[in-house]
T-cell receptor
Framework: LAKTTQPISMDSYEGQEVNITCSHN???????ITWYQQFPSQGPRFIIQ???TKVTNEVASLFIPADRKSSTLSLPRVSLSDTAVYYC?????????????FGPGTSLSVIP | SQTIHQWPATLVQPVGSPLSLECTVE??????LYWYRQAAGRGLQLLFY??????ISSEVPQNLSASRPQDRQFILSSKKLLLSDSGFYLC?????????????FGQGTRLTVV
């Protein structure tokens, strides 16, 4: 099973760029890397997904090195509303859904 | 567009009472469906998943059960709740036949067993 390791918590000031790195040394060839955001008492919200290199959307960027053993979620210019828990997952929802593991995530606190 | 509905949002039940949580998905067909549980301050634990009507796989032995009576309906049940069943229950769906490779979550049900 692909397991991920990410920092338990991070603090950042408003307006700064935040980078959260996730390690996944045992990632399989068919695995995607997916990041979710969760606010208290809400379901996780999909942020971004990638397979290799760099992916960017309207809310975040995902950097994946060539060996795919880690990935970095980059949140540009965070605001107070970005305070949440961020989960890094590796796996293939289509064929190996039972092996997509949620770890404890990274609790990001944005400070005014 | 696809949407997922989960209800109720909160529930307080006495120990030994039955449970029924319902989840429905709209805007897609033949989805993979999942039930997760999240304990306070913890990650999500996969409880059940289903790839089709009547097809249920369980990840964790417990006094909970799941059923999928229709293609886009997923139900989590218990005959007798335990205190340890308290938690945040999340339903999710995955697009098995389309281009999406991620899962999409409902808003969750906060269950407190007293």
């Amino acid at each position: 099973l692909a397991k991920t390791t990410q920092p338990i918590s991070m603090d950042s000031y408003e307006g700064q760029e935040v980078n959260i790195t996730c390690s996944h040394n045992n990632i399989a060839t068919n695995d995607y890397i997916t990041w979710y955001q969760q606010f208290p008492s809400q379901g996780p919200r999909f942020i971004i997904q990638g397979y290799k290199t760099k992916v960017t959307n309207e809310v975040a960027s995902l950097f994946i090195p060539a060996d795919r053993k880690s990935s970095t979620l980059s949140l540009p210019r965070v605001s107070l509303s970005d305070t949440a828990v961020y989960y890094c997952l590796v796996g293939d929802w289509k064929t190996s859904y039972d092996k997509v593991i949620f770890g404890p995530g990274t609790s990001l606190s944005v400070i005014p | 567009s696809q949407t997922i509905h989960q209800w109720p949002a909160t529930l307080v039940q006495p120990v030994g009472s039955p449970l029924s949580l319902e989840c429905t998905v709209e805007g897609t067909s033949n989805p993979n469906l999942y039930w997760y549980r999240q304990a306070a301050g913890r990650g999500l634990q996969l409880l059940f998943y289903s790839v089709g009507i009547g097809q249920i796989s369980s990840e964790v032995p417990q006094n909970l059960s799941a059923s999928r009576p229709q293609d886009r309906q997923f139900i989590l049940s218990s005959k007798k709740l335990l205190l340890s069943d308290s938690g945040f229950y999340l339903c999710a769906w995955g697009d098995r036949n389309g281009l999406n490779t991620e899962a999409f979550f409902g808003q969750g049900t906060r269950l407190t067993v007293v």
